[in-house]
């Protein structure tokens, strides 16, 4: 984690980037020791948390891939539950029309959803900003009512994952939470890893300012493509691992925009263009859920209000807030400058970065 | 016949997606601003036209003046104490903020309304039409909704043109910043235009009420065709969504026509899609800027 890179020397000052300081490498074996806990949950924790971590982890899985995609491209979809349900029924056509186990199977939903995110791209790239958005929806609903006609996925009443239903509850419980916890932890790890890359700083050039991103050599075409197909293969991936969880898969509730609902309340709340926002956006989320999800309409009007709210007046979220406060990050993404200049002073400027807002 | 019956009423359904795509068009172009409550803001007058009939018992035509004021005040208010916020602070926040009102509308009027149908009862004049033969048929209401939006083009390219506050939204949405320099009051007028947006879509989300059925849910379905008949016609064209509208009011009917009716609104869809892959800039684009 502790990447210190010497730069030059030829210069009259001296001066080093770094990414990562030691309270990052131990934060960082820290969560090494949650994840292994996490890991072995299912062993300890009994069915009804665990079948409630999925949904945790499902949810904060598609958060990240959101965010990646509008924290870092500045692509705003609010069409990712078409992906969602293209994933849950190509789960059902490998497992229960060619029988290859349900488990394996996920990894084709990606496949199918990275495929179906070639030429959606290629459509909705030519619109731009709020209409890209719409854009999206429209190809989500075009995935909806292709699956909702067609008399063999079962049309409007949907179908049941026969071949996930036959594994039994000791068997696919702990299966799609390890699924839905890896989902989770590639999801991170892509964003991390991406951004940390040559594309990412791309990315984030692009994302304050992509005129002058594109006149440094930036390919903001190829960079944008990137993002929305890994999002595509991710939240595809996630709609996999829902299905086997649920074992019903239905139009109307695969590819419901309150997917899309969720997502932007996670992100907003917890904090766009970081990757820990999520973590906590699906932590409060989760929260408001277990207390008001019961009183229906209401849950989504505090939903939708706390989105405006934070958007409007505190549009860096949660962490934003931390960052302000303490200027520090779990996930370290932003290049420092160290000066090693004579006088012994050592002054860190920090690259910009935070919320897109 | 029936194909030509078909593409009739899906020229005339065009009128009533246009009324729809003028106010999230003009919306965009005075403050560049994407609203995806829009849908729900269509639903809205005919819920509140409802409650005026219910209290008052007379004809619903009676309650679209009142339902226009009590949606331009709306409108104006909503901007005023809310959007102004976002306006210029990119597309993400106006998203966010838009769609958040989406939901919470949707939510609320499934709270006062139920998710049921509901319907505005104007007696005979719904099912009076005009026969042309035994097969073809054009219905007086889908008549008086399409005419409405030719008129409602029409009034919003004199308004545009010849009136001080037309002036003022050409001025914003040429450049904020020097309109402003000029003394115009750019918050007002952003009032304003989502003011006259709500004003119109009132009209066709009325007669839609009094035509057909509503429920709170057909909110994101008339963002889509509105915005669907944007892209279409152009963006920045006022006749250009009337056009854009039509194509895919036509694109549906037939659709219908030719696979059934489950298959009419992918149709559109798909027809949308193929539009925007091969002319993006729409048909009667003015502007180029995104």
Known sequence: MNTTAPISETTSKRFEIWVANRTNLYVGLGGLAILVVLILFPFFGGTPWTRRLVDFFALLALAQFWNLMLGYAGLISVGQQGFIGIGSYTLWLFADMLGIHPFISVIFAAIGGAIIALPAAALVFKLKGGYLAIGTWVIAEIMRLIVANIKRTGGGSGVTIQAASKLGTSVRVPGSYWWALAAAVIAIACTYFLLRSRTGLGLKAMRDNDLAAESMGVNIWRSKLYTYVIAGAGCAMVGAIVAIHLLRVQPAAAFSVNWTAYLIFISVIGGVGTIEGPIIGTLIYFVLRETTAKYGEWYFIILGLLAIVVTVWSPAGIYGYVIRKTGFYLFPLQRKVRWLAGNGKRAVVTAGEGGAS | ?290
């Open chain 2, 1 to 290: 016949m029936d194909w030509i019956n078909a593409a009739v009423q899906g020229i005339l359904l065009g009128g009533l997606y246009a009324l729809f795509a003028v106010g999230l068009s003009l919306v965009f172009g005075t403050m560049r601003l994407v609203n995806l409550a829009h849908g729900d803001l269509t639903v809205l007058p005919a819920y509140v036209a409802l409650m005026l009939v219910n209290a008052m018992r007379f004809n619903p035509f009676y309650s679209i003046p009142i339902t226009m004021v009590i949606l331009f005040i709306v409108g104006y208010l909503l901007q005023r104490g809310l959007l102004n916020f976002v306006v210029g602070r990119g597309d993400i926040a106006g998203v966010i903020v838009t769609f958040g009102i989406s939901i919470v509308l949707q939510n609320a009027l499934l709270l006062g309304f139920t998710a049921n149908s509901q319907g505005l009862d104007a007696g005979r004049v719904e099912n009076l039409s005009i026969k042309i033969n035994e097969r073809l048929a054009v219905g007086w209401l889908p008549l008086i909704i399409f005419l409405m939006a030719i008129v409602v083009i029409t009034a919003l390219q004199l308004y545009m043109n010849w009136t001080k506050m037309g002036r003022a939204f050409r001025a914003v949405s040429d450049d904020q910043e020097a309109a402003r320099l000029m003394g115009v009051n750019t918050k007002h007028v952003w009032a304003v235009a989502l003011g006259v947006s709500l004003l119109i879509v009132t009209i066709g989300g009325v007669m839609m009420g009094i035509r057909t059925t509503f429920d709170p849910l057909l909110g994101s379905q008339r963002l889509i065709f509105a915005f669907e008949a944007v892209i279409i016609g152009g963006m920045g064209s006022a006749w250009g969504t009337l056009l854009g509208g039509v194509i895919l009011g036509v694109a549906q009917t037939l659709g219908a026509q030719a696979f059934g009716s489950a298959w009419s609104i992918l149709v559109g869809h798909v027809v949308f899609v193929i539009i925007l892959a091969f002319r993006p800039q729409g048909f009667l684009a003015k502007t180029v800027t995104a």
